[in-house]
């Protein structure tokens, strides 16, 4: 049975994470998203939180904490509330240690997960999304293919979180109509990074498109080796981490707005008694609370290990539409005012408006 108590731990993280997410994220993200950069120092401070290492077991230098999908949702929620930016770099390691740390080889969660138990900040990164009309994650471009000991790997990605500075890369590509996951180290030739992406929203993130032409890489680096990877589960837990993350955004954006309604006067009365502005007020609210229902149900069944692909399936493309239509009347609550960089909203919808092309730049 779904239990809606989070445990002592539970919340103990969840308080940790909501006040970083005010007292650190709150107070520069807007200066991040107009400079397009986000300082070390506060990246640092949440490395140190361990929300990546966290869940990696003793053996590999880490704390050894349960992994839960419930957990990560309210972490990512609260974090996007504060900046979705802020939070995609923050968590983009997990992008490549958690696979590794699930569905990857012995001899593999030996050699990487170390990297990420340390002081500092490790970026490694993971490249599914490809630069053409239609994507499918099911249906890749980008090809692997087996010569003798080496996979040879081409193809063209894009929103490639961190590729510029990663030293590790998760690359997706099809092998023979499935969709697998290989481990590319910095350096290996064939690899090559793009410019960074100018993009409409997460404008503090940098994204790159990576081109993959000859890329080979030993046999042993596909991930999971000869048993590849269960690529479903891991699109399942893209999934819920970016309906958590819309939870977020839009959860900041409804705030604000029904905040400014309360305190904007017009006509002698606050905006928020029109009873136009009150009805979209509500309905964002209930919006925001289903979402996180199903994005929780999806949650759930992933950390019970049972089938979750028609769950996250589900809260993602709710996630989707809702975290546009909150923002966009949050805007429209504002009037003019929304229209300005004075105000946050229309950073909240620049956001918004990309997560139905976000997939596999999150997880959980």
């Known amino acids: 049975m779904i239990s809606f108590s989070p445990t002592e731990e539970q919340q103990m993280i969840v308080s940790m994470a909501k006040q970083f997410a005010n007292d650190e994220i709150r107070r520069i993200y807007r200066q991040c998203d107009e400079n397009g950069t986000i300082p070390e120092g506060v990246i640092d401070t949440a490395w140190k939180m361990g929300l990546t290492s966290s869940s990696i077991p003793e053996a590999y230098g880490g704390p050894g904490g349960e992994r839960s999908a419930i957990t990560g949702s309210l972490i990512a929620e609260e974090l996007a509330w504060g900046d979705l930016s802020i939070t995609m770099h923050a968590l983009c390691p997990a992008l490549f240690a958690y696979p590794i740390l699930e569905m990857g080889t012995d001899t593999q969660r030996k050699k ?3 990297f990420f138990c340390g002081e500092k900040y490790k970026a490694a990164t993971a490249a599914l999304i490809e630069p053409r009309f239609g ?10 293919r087996l010569e003798g000991k080496e996979y040879v790997l081409n193809g063209e990605k894009c929103y490639v979180p961190l590729a510029a500075e990663a030293d590790l890369f998760l690359v997706y590509a099809a092998e023979n109509g499935s969709s697998q996951g290989f481990i590319i180290e910095e350096g290996t030739k064939g690899l090559q990074v793009g410019e960074r992406e100018k993009n409409m929203g997460i404008k503090a993130l940098a994204t790159y498109e990576i081109t993959l032409k000859n890329c080979r890489i030993a046999k042993e680096d596909r991930l999971g080796g000869e048993k590849g990877c269960d ?7 893209s999934r819920v981490a970016l309906s958590a993350m819309a939870v977020g955004v839009a959860k900041a954006a409804m705030e604000y707005s029904r905040d400014y309604a309360r305190e904007r006067v017009a006509f002698g009365e606050p905006v928020a008694s029109r009873q136009a502005i009150a009805f979209m007020l509500a309905e964002m609210a209930i919006e925001i609370d289903a979402t996180r229902l199903m994005t929780w149900e999806a949650a759930w069944k992933l950390d019970r290990k049972d089938e979750a692909t028609k769950e996250a399936a589900l809260a993602k493309a709710y996630a989707d539409d809702m975290v546009l239509m909150v923002t966009d009347r949050a805007v429209q609550i504002l009037g003019g005012h929304g229209y300005v960089r004075e105000h946050p909203v229309e950073l909240w919808l620049r956001n918004g ?4 092309t976000f997939d ?3 997880t959980v």
Not at 135 to 144: G, M, Q
Not at 353 to 356: A, D, E, I, L, V
């Open 112 to 114: 990487y997960l170390p």
């Open 135 to 144: 994507f499918d994650p099911c249906s890749l471009l980008a090809t692997a």
């Open 231 to 237: 690529f479903s589960r891991i699109m399942n837990s």
């Open 353 to 356: 408006r990309g997560f139905t």
């Open 360 to 362: 596999g730049m999150a």
